[in-house]
């Protein structure tokens, strides 16, 4: 099974090696490619928490990843040990914009 096409804000994808899930924040609307956890493509989540314990360091709970490009954004709800990438290229964390400064 791949990632499902299109990808939708809201929609919620699940590992299959590892207990990461993540939410779609932010999708191409045209054109999407596979997302993937450890090198294996993530599935639509099933109902409920993830069996198993969240172990490892390669997906943060809470934080926010976009690929590359910046042409999409998930939002991590459950960490796990594997590594998010877009098309085959790693996703990183996405970095908190500085508010303006109020006089």
């Given at each position: 099974m791949t990632t499902p096409s299109p990808l939708r804000p809201g929609q919620q994808l699940a590992s299959t090696d590892c207990s990461t899930r993540v939410v779609i924040v932010r999708a191409p609307s045209e054109d999407a490619r596979e997302i993937a956890c450890g090198g294996t493509a993530?599935?639509?989540a099933a109902p409920g928490?993830?069996?198993?314990?969240?172990?490892?360091?390669?997906?943060l709970l809470g934080k926010r990843y976009v690929?590359?490009?910046?042409?999409i954004e998930v939002l991590c709800t459950s960490p796990g040990s594997g590594e998010l990438s877009y098309a085959g290229v790693p996703m990183v964390v996405k970095s908190a914009q500085a508010l303006p400064a109020s006089d």
């Amino acid at each position: 099974m791949t990632t499902p096409s299109p990808l939708r804000p809201g929609q919620q994808l699940a590992s299959t090696d590892c207990s990461t899930r993540v939410v779609i924040v932010r999708a191409p609307s045209e054109d999407a490619r596979e997302i993937a956890c450890g090198g294996t493509a993530m599935v639509p989540a099933a109902p409920g928490r993830p069996s198993g314990p969240a172990t490892g360091t390669g997906t943060l709970l809470g934080k926010r990843y976009v690929d590359v490009d910046d042409t999409i954004e998930v939002l991590c709800t459950s960490p796990g040990s594997g590594e998010l990438s877009y098309a085959g290229v790693p996703m990183v964390v996405k970095s908190a914009q500085a508010l303006p400064a109020s006089d």
